[in-house]
């Protein structure tokens, strides 16, 4: 905070990269209330994010032609921005256990556990709840796929009771609906919460209008794929496999079915088209959205930046965030996007701070 080079501008929206003669030269922010232009004295470094970036750059020209013309915006260079949006989605599979070993709203109220956290940082309030994660592949998967795998299950010993349906992780599930939820809600339960890693749907990222606090239109294209939803279901069995295994028997677990009157149950139980209507109905984003000005080659006509993260026939523009993968990583993407961040600084200054580490690595298989 109190390096000379670094000021940071709170209650400031950017609102337009300005750009003349195909270079950007600054930006145009308002700071409570009042328009202001900022110049760069090298470059602007966009790091606004999978959906704020691609809508920065769309309100400064750049952008899909057709879309910018529609609203009447003037086109600096046409690109595929706000295109191949991905995002990873994410399905529960709750269990009921004959034990008081999970964590819920009661746990997590009493006092014992907070005056054990505050004395000896140990006990329920020293982790996440989040006991293991597991990654796999499809069964008969297309061996021209790229090796990587397809979904990842998380377990979690905290309970979906009352309370966390009320107060916890928001689901975007419609009221009446957590109120039949909460009529099959128990305090001893876990979840396996289900992840697609590589959806095929691809989204797009679009401007309502040219007023840059209009929120954008957002289309994730979810499940559009009939792909996204096959390895759902196969993650979903190897939820049932975990389950038939003994020491999950001793607990005597048991599927909460979430079945009810006008939901799923026109559907024969635990068949394929049971569990589709499911991952339809109550599947929702774990908010890792990317791709959305995506990087490649000079050629390549779906990329936004190049490999070093540079905007197309613009100069002394860069894009540093999750909007620049080439597609959704295998896992959360806090960490890659901390690389990216790194990355564009070593390419900014044109130093290479890895190579030593790059040559510890040299002779390793990886």
């Known amino acids: 905070m109190n390096r ?28 409570n209330n009042r328009k202001v232009q900022v ?64 964590m819920n709203t009661q ?21 996440s709840g989040l006991e293991g994660d597991l990654m796999d592949k499809i069964p008969n998967r297309d061996p021209s796929e790229p090796d990587y795998p397809d979904y990842q299950m998380i377990l979690y010993t905290v309970a979906q009771d009352e309370g966390f349906l009320d107060y916890g992780l928001d689901m975007n599930i419609k009221p009446e609906v957590t109120k039949l939820l909460k009529t099959r809600a128990k305090n001893n339960e876990f ?19 040219t007023d840059p606090f209009d929120p954008p239109l957002i289309d994730p294209y979810y499940l559009e794929n009939p792909y996204d939803i096959k390895v759902m279901i196969a993650a979903i069995r190897k939820s049932q496999q975990i389950m038939n295994t003994k020491v999950f028997k001793q607990l005597d677990g048991t599927l909460v079915r979430q079945d009810f009157s006008g939901i799923c149950d026109k559907v024969n139980f635990d068949t394929d088209e049971y569990w589709e209507c499911f991952i ?19 050629t390549d006509p779906s990329a936004v930046v190049d490999p070093e993260l540079r905007v197309k026939g613009i100069l002394n523009l860069r894009v540093a965030d999750a909007s620049v993968m080439r597609n959704e990583p295998s896992g959360n993407t806090n960490a890659p996007c901390i690389m990216i961040g790194e990355k564009a600084a070593d390419l900014i200054r044109g130093n290479d701070t890895v190579f030593d580490f790059r040559k510890q690595i040299a002779k390793l298989k990886l």
Do not use: W
Request: charged fraction near 15%; charge should be positive; include cysteine.
């Open 4 to 31: 000379h080079n670094l000021h940071i501008s709170i209650n400031t929206m950017a609102t337009k990269i300005l750009i003349e003669n195909r270079k950007a030269i600054g930006l145009e922010v308002i700071k």
């Open 107 to 127: 746990t997590f109220q009493a006092q014992i556990p907070k005056v054990q956290y505050a004395l000896f940082k140990t006990g329920i309030y020293s982790g």
């Open 191 to 209: 979840t396996h919460t289900l992840v697609g890693l590589h959806p095929k749907s691809r989204g797009t990222i679009r401007l309502q209008s």
């Open 39 to 102: 110049y760069a004295n090298k470059e602007v470094i966009l790091s606004g994010g999978a959906i704020n970036s691609p809508v920065l750059l769309m309100l400064s020209g750049v952008g899909p032609k057709d879309h910018l013309h529609n609203l009447g915006i003037p086109v600096v260079a046409d690109l595929p921005v706000g295109n191949n949006l991905q995002d990873h989605m994410m399905f529960p599979m709750k269990y009921n256990i004959n034990s008081s070993i999970s």
């Open 280 to 298: 339809r109905y109550f599947t929702v984003t774990i908010y890792h959205p990317v791709s959305t000005c995506r990087m490649g080659a000079i």
